[in-house]
């Protein structure tokens, strides 16, 4: 008889997005007048249209696919060298950190490969992940069988959440004791806080110490507008010897429908075999891609290659502060509304309190039934996010003022 994956049965009820998506249909369907005026503000999705250094390498690739001299079948499954070599002298070389090309991975997207990287990690690794966070670093290790069931709050057995709370600014602090895998995320999603480099250190030494690995997500690295803000995990020394970076396309070059990302797994990162011995991750995270991937599409590797041009990273400047203007409205207009309000400065997220006695979905439903506008619930991301809501700026400007106007003609 053919058996299923039974850890997959631990999971909750729902994903978070396709709940807030349930949700927002059933409102649709009886609210037909006010769907009209829906704005969405929940899932960080970009809005704006791809930056036209993109499109034209996206043109020009299609023109080189259309004859038999220029056609590209497979490509390297770890991607073609001249992106992997962009990406590694513009994003680590130029700014004077070591990262090698060939320790540049190009994938399909950042949540893919914090799935994926659980292959090459033994299943007995004692786990610490942020609450809140995004989900993803949770579910995954649950898929994965690396939990046990979850208790009546939805914490899992096998995992030791790190609280990120306005007391220690939303960025999670080392536990008292070891964990072998950590995962943070830097600007945070959902809270839009970002680490400092004395908190970094402090993870990096941790690290060392305890022979752990830090699954550092930089997806939103691009945002950060304080200088003395780290961009990178690997600005901390040390680093390239416990730490796996993830990076993606998405939300600076508007990548979600394109689909380009890639992860740094250093050459010098070593974990221990069952044995004890220790050995190094990156022959097995290549030979896991060569194994299970075909690689990104040589028009989409073309297009990110793109950003790296003048003309494209002028674009991608545009975008960010765009999007970052659309922050600082939706923050602004929060405040105004006399809500307690977080990030939204070096992230394109605002972490909302919700007023006294208000849970995160209580929250969710009042601003979608009477604002129109879907938010997403801070309880989706953690037990530590019950009683906030987060906003995305992933928006036009346009309804970036109108969510603003709204928000203030609430009354709680």
């Not at 809005?47 to 034209?56: D, F, G, I, Q, S």
């Not at 250190?201 to 690290?207: E, L, M, N, S």
């Not at 003048?310 to 975008?319: E, S």
């Not at 979608?368 to 906030?388: H, I, M, R």
């Amino acid at each position: 008889m053919a058996q299923l994956n039974d850890h997959y049965l631990k999971l909750k009820a729902g994903y978070l997005f396709p709940e807030i998506g349930r949700r927002v249909r059933v409102f649709c369907e009886q609210n037909v007048e006010a769907a009209k005026r829906l704005i969405r503000c929940g899932i960080g999705d970009v809005t704006e249209p791809l930056p036209p250094a993109v499109t034209k390498a996206l043109h020009a690739a299609v023109d080189e696919m259309g004859t038999r001299e220029t056609f590209k079948g497979y490509g390297p499954e770890q991607g073609y060298e001249w992106l992997r070599g962009a990406i590694a002298k513009n994003d680590f070389r130029d700014q004077g950190l070591d990262v090698a090309d060939d320790e540049v991975f190009v994938s399909d997207g950042s949540k893919c490969d914090c799935g994926n990287i659980l292959d090459i990690l033994g299943d007995k690794n004692r786990l610490a992940i942020s609450d809140p966070v995004y989900p993803v670093y949770v579910d995954t290790n649950v898929m994965a069988g690396h939990t046990g069931d979850a208790d009546a709050s939805g914490a899992y057995a096998g995992i030791t959440y790190l609280p990120c709370t306005p007391q220690n600014g939303f960025i999670p602090e080392p536990p008292p004791t070891p964990a072998d895998v950590i995962y943070l995320c830097s600007p945070n999603n959902p809270t839009g806080a970002a680490a400092t480099r004395p908190q970094l250190q402090a993870w990096v030494k941790y690290a060392l110490d305890h022979n752990a690995i830090l699954l550092f997500d930089a997806a939103y690295e691009a945002y950060i507008s304080n200088p003395a803000l780290p961009h990178s995990i690997y600005e901390i020394p040390g680093a390239r010897e416990c730490a796996i970076e993830f990076r993606s396309f998405s939300k600076n070059g508007g990548f979600t429908g394109v689909r380009c990302a890639y992860t740094v797994v250093p050459k010098s990162l070593l974990a221990s075999t069952s044995s004890g011995e220790r050995k190094p991750l990156h022959p097995l995270w290549l030979r896991r891609m060569t194994t299970k991937f075909n690689g990104v599409s040589y028009l989409v590797q073309r297009a990110a290659e793109s950003l790296y041009s003048p003309d494209g990273k002028a674009q991608v400047r545009a975008l960010i502060e765009h999007y970052m203007g659309n922050a600082r409205i939706l923050r602004d207009g929060a405040t105004r509304a006399g809500l307690q309000v977080f990030g939204g400065v070096d992230a394109p997220y605002i972490w909302v309190q919700t007023p006294a006695g208000v849970t995160s979905w209580q929250a969710f439903d009042k601003i979608l039934g009477e604002a129109n506008v879907v938010v997403t619930p801070g309880s989706g991301f953690g037990s530590k996010g019950e009683g906030y809501f987060r906003i995305s700026s992933f928006n036009s400007r346009a309804n970036a003022e109108e969510v603003a106007r709204r928000l203030q003609a609430l009354r709680w």
